[in-house]
């Protein structure tokens, strides 16, 4: 009987997940340093910054967007934080500094695509080349540099063995799991994903719950920023770029769909593990970025066909 129950209990496990398993297991034999306990806590902790920005960007595909601007935003706020650290010196105001200019993104983004109702995919990738323009613009190019020590105490930090950075990530999924799921507002989400208009006229603020989305989504770019720059423990211009799209693939070889209305944060998970351990084993195998960047294309593409396989034979069987 409990045999039976736990292969009932592995079955329900999504095939993302058996993904994850089988590749961790195949760079574990088919590297000699994948598998060591140096560069596993430095997957660990580069999935927790890449977690941090997917949970946010879960949040806008899920209810029917998307943001590109992530990236950028992570730029700019580790640029602003990364001044305030130089000039002022203080931890708690640049990490403010780091979560207004989130917010101000998010404002911004969601002003246009909920109010003035422009397609989410113009006006965020907008936003990526303005808010990193403005930091080329500002900085120049130049690192920034001369940080206080407690920036290299939060870089070292570790509870158990377990850095600062997984904690930070673990938190802030663990409560946007209970809001997600556990919520009212959770609900309206997948609702308003499901379809914008049904969920307009059975009563759902759906001007509110979109603009929830973009302001959480870059609100955790900036918090995404801030522990970027810390880890790098410099302030890069071009620290952040790329992370958008490594957040978008994490989501969607997750299993939630561009037009929204499914999925959710717990395959989103399941999808940063997928492109944290990929891009470090094959960066173990020797291969090139322009490679990696080729293989992980293709394990998207894999991925929706997979999705919309599955997605349309359940349709057809609940028929």
């Given at each position: 009987m409990q045999k039976t129950s736990l292969i009932s209990n592995l079955k329900k496990l999504p095939g993302?997940?058996?993904?994850?398993?089988?590749?961790?297991?195949?760079?574990?034999?088919?590297?000699?340093?994948?598998?060591?306990?140096?560069?596993?806590?430095?997957?660990?902790?580069?999935?927790?910054?890449?977690?941090?920005?997917?949970?946010?960007?879960?949040?806008?595909?899920?209810?029917?967007?998307?943001?590109?601007?992530?990236?950028?935003?992570?730029?700019?706020?580790?640029?602003?934080?990364?001044?305030?650290?130089?000039?002022?010196?203080?931890?708690?105001?640049?990490?403010?500094?780091?979560?207004a200019v989130g917010l101000v993104v998010g404002f911004i983004n969601s002003f246009f695509i909920v109010r003035m109702r422009i397609e989410a995919f113009i006006v965020t990738f907008a936003m990526?080349?303005?808010?990193?323009?403005?930091?080329?613009?500002?900085?120049?190019?130049?690192?920034?540099?001369?940080?206080?020590?407690?920036?290299?105490?939060?870089?070292?930090?570790?509870?158990?063995?377990?850095?600062?950075?997984?904690?930070?990530?673990?938190?802030?999924?663990?409560?946007?799991?209970?809001?997600?799921?556990?919520?009212?507002?959770?609900?309206?989400?997948?609702?308003?994903?499901?379809?914008?208009?049904?969920?307009?006229?059975?009563?759902?603020?759906?001007?509110?719950?979109?603009?929830?989305?973009?302001?959480?989504?870059?609100?955790?770019?900036?918090?995404?920023?801030?522990l970027l720059l810390t880890r790098m423990g410099s302030g890069m211009s071009t620290s952040g770029i790329g992370y958008e799209w490594d957040a978008i693939a994490a989501v969607v070889i997750g299993g939630t769909p561009f037009e929204g209305g499914r999925g959710g944060i717990g395959g989103t998970l399941i999808g940063v593990g997928i492109i944290v351990i990929l891009k470090n084993g094959l960066n173990h195998l020797g291969m090139t970025s322009s490679w990696q960047t080729f293989v992980i294309g293709v394990v998207v593409i894999l991925s929706i066909m997979v999705d919309v396989f599955l997605y349309n034979r359940k349709k057809r069987q609940e028929a």
């Open positions: 993302v997940f058996w993904g994850l398993v089988i590749l961790f297991i195949a760079l574990s034999v088919f590297t000699n340093s994948f598998f060591d306990l140096d560069n596993l806590l430095n997957v660990l902790n580069q999935a927790a910054i890449l977690l941090v920005v997917a949970v946010g960007v879960t949040m806008t595909i899920l209810e029917g967007g998307i943001d590109l601007s992530t990236g950028g935003t992570m730029c700019l706020s580790g640029m602003a934080a990364a001044m305030v650290l130089r000039d002022v010196g203080s931890f708690p105001l640049a990490l403010l500094a780091a979560l990526m080349s303005v808010t990193s323009g403005l930091v080329m613009g500002i900085t120049e190019g130049n690192v920034i540099v001369g940080f206080p020590d407690i920036v290299k105490a939060f870089r070292s930090f570790s509870l158990a063995g377990i850095s600062s950075y997984v904690i930070i990530a673990a938190v802030v999924f663990a409560i946007m799991a209970f809001f997600l799921y556990r919520t009212t507002w959770g609900t309206y989400m997948y609702a308003v994903g499901g379809s914008r208009q049904v969920a307009h006229y059975a009563g759902i603020n759906t001007t509110r719950i979109e603009s929830s989305a973009y302001l959480l989504s870059s609100l955790f770019a900036g918090l995404g920023g801030f």
